[in-house]
C-alpha cells in the first residue's frame, strides 16, 4: 500500500507558495513512495521505512543463518537475566575476592591468639577476649584522643579555608587559572614527599618555618621545635594535613558554587536583598551537600592517617601523635599480636562504617530539603 504524489512545479510568480499536490492511494506491491512530476514526467522512487525494515530483516537472516547451529542453540537458550549475570560476575567475584574476603577471615583471626611469627603453634580459640583488652587498654584510648584532636581540627581548618578559597576563586580576575593551580599543587604530590619536605621546614635550626614564627612572634627559632615538643607536635601534624589537602576541599566547594544558577542571584536583587543576605540564604544552603561531602571524604582519610605521621613525628614524642593507625600497626608488625590487631581492625572498621552510615543519611536529608 502506498500514496502516489502528482504536483505541480512552483511557478517564478509564487515562488513563495508550496506547490499543488494530489496523492492518490494506490494498491501497488512494493513498499516505495512514487513522486510524479507533471512538468517533467519524471516518477522519483523514494524508499519507504516499510523497506528500509525489510532489508534490515534481511540482513538478520543472513547473519542469522550463518551462524554456526550448535551456537545458535547455545545463544537462544540464555535468558536475559542469565546473560546479564554472565557480565556481572567477575566483578561480583572480584569483590569478593579482594574485599569480603579479607574481612571474614580477618574476624577469624580476632576470636584467636594467633601470632605470625610464631606459625607453628597451636591456635586457641579465645572468643571475644582480645576485644575486651582493647577496649579496657588506655593506650587505645589515648591514641583515640589523639585521633580525634587530629581528625576535628584538621577538618575545622580545612573547611574554613577551602571555602573561603573557592568562594574568592569562582569570583572571575586576572590569574584564575594561574592561581587554582598553584593552590592545587601541594594535593598533587606524595606523602612521602610531603612529610620529608615538611620536616626540614619543622628543623630549629635550618627550618624556614621556626624563621618565619620568630618573625612574628619575636621569639627565638631555636627556642623551639614544633617535631619534637609535646604541646606543639600534634599542631605540626595538623599543619602539614592542611597545606596538603586544603585545595581538594576547595575544589569541592568550587563545584558546588559553580553550580548555583545566577538566575537565583538575579531573583534575589530584584526582591533587594543584600549580599550578606544572598550569602546566608542562597549560597551556604546550595553549597551544604557539597561541604558535607568533603568533610566525609577528608573524615576518612584521616581517620586512617599513615604515612604523613609517621614522616614527620613517627608517632613522638612518647606517644603524643600515635594515632591509632601507628598503634595497629605496632601491634601488628612489631608486637606481632596477630590475632589482637584483628581485633584492632575489625573494631576500626565497625566504627568508621557505623559513623559513616549515619553521617551519609544525614547528607541525604540535607540534599532532600
Same mark, same amino acid.
Given at each position: ?22 496523492? *492518490? ?125 587530629? *581528625? ?9 579555608? =577551602? ?175 596477630? =590475632? ?30
Amino acid at each position: 500500500m502506498v500514496w502516489l504524489q502528482i504536483g505541480t512545479p512552483r511557478s517564478k510568480k509564487k515562488a513563495n507558495t508550496e506547490p499543488l499536490c494530489t496523492w *492518490l492511494y494506490c494498491q501497488v506491491p512494493c513498499a516505495r513512495l512514487l513522486r510524479a512530476n507533471r512538468a517533467s514526467r519524471i516518477i522519483t522512487l523514494v524508499e519507504s521505512p516499510l523497506e528500509t525494515r525489510t532489508m534490515s530483516h534481511d540482513l538478520t537472516t543472513r547473519v542469522a543463518s550463518a551462524t554456526p547451529p550448535r551456537l545458535a542453540h547455545r545463544i537462544r537458550g540464555l535468558s536475559d537475566r542469565a546473560i546479564a549475570w554472565i557480565f556481572v560476575a567477575p566483578t561480583i567475584f572480584l569483590l569478593l575476592a579482594v574485599n569480603i574476603f579479607p574481612l571474614i577471615w580477618t574476624i577469624r583471626l580476632s576470636l584467636t591468639n594467633f601470632r605470625t611469627n610464631r606459625p607453628n603453634n597451636a591456635v586457641e580459640f579465645v572468643g571475644i577476649e582480645n576485644y575486651r583488652k582493647i577496649l579496657t587498654d588506655p593506650d587505645t584510648w589515648m591514641s583515640l584522643q589523639a585521633t580525634a584532636h587530629f *581528625l576535628i581540627w584538621t577538618i575545622i581548618i580545612q573547611v574554613l579555608i =577551602g571555602f573561603a578559597l573557592a568562594y574568592l576563586i569562582n569570583k572571575k580576575f586576572r590569574g584564575n587559572d594561574l592561581w587554582t593551580t598553584l593552590i592545587v599543587l601541594p594535593m598533587m604530590l606524595s606523602p612521602a614527599v610531603v612529610g620529608n619536605f615538611w620536616t626540614f621546614l619543622y628543623q630549629p635550626q635550618i627550618g624556614l618555618f621556626n624563621y618565619f614564627v620568630s618573625f612574628f612572634s619575636g621569639v627565638d627559632p631555636s627556642s623551639f621545635s614544633m617535631i619534637g615538643e609535646v604541646p606543639l607536635a600534634p599542631w605540626a601534624i595538623v599543619i602539614v594535613d592542611t597545606w596538603m589537602w586544603t585545595p581538594f576541599v576547595m575544589l569541592i566547594c568550587l563545584a558546588g558554587l559553580r553550580s548555583i544558577p545566577p538566575s537565583i542571584y538575579e531573583a534575589a536583587e530584584c526582591d533587594r536583598a543584600s549580599k550578606w543576605r544572598q550569602f546566608w540564604t542562597i549560597t551556604i544552603p546550595m553549597v551544604l551537600p557539597f561541604l558535607m561531602l568533603a568533610v566525609l571524604f577528608r573524615g576518612i582519610e584521616n581517620f586512617k592517617m599513615f604515612d604523613l605521621v609517621v614522616q614527620l613525628t613517627g608517632g613522638g614524642p612518647g606517644s603524643t601523635t600515635q594515632l591509632v593507625s601507628i598503634d595497629l600497626k605496632r601491634e601488628a608488625f612489631e608486637k606481632w599480636r596477630t =590475632g589482637y590487631a584483628s581485633a584492632y581492625a575489625v573494631i576500626l572498621f565497625v566504627t568508621v562504617f557505623g559513623l559513616a552510615s549515619i553521617y551519609v543519611k544525614a547528607l541525604n536529608k540535607v540534599k532532600d530539603r
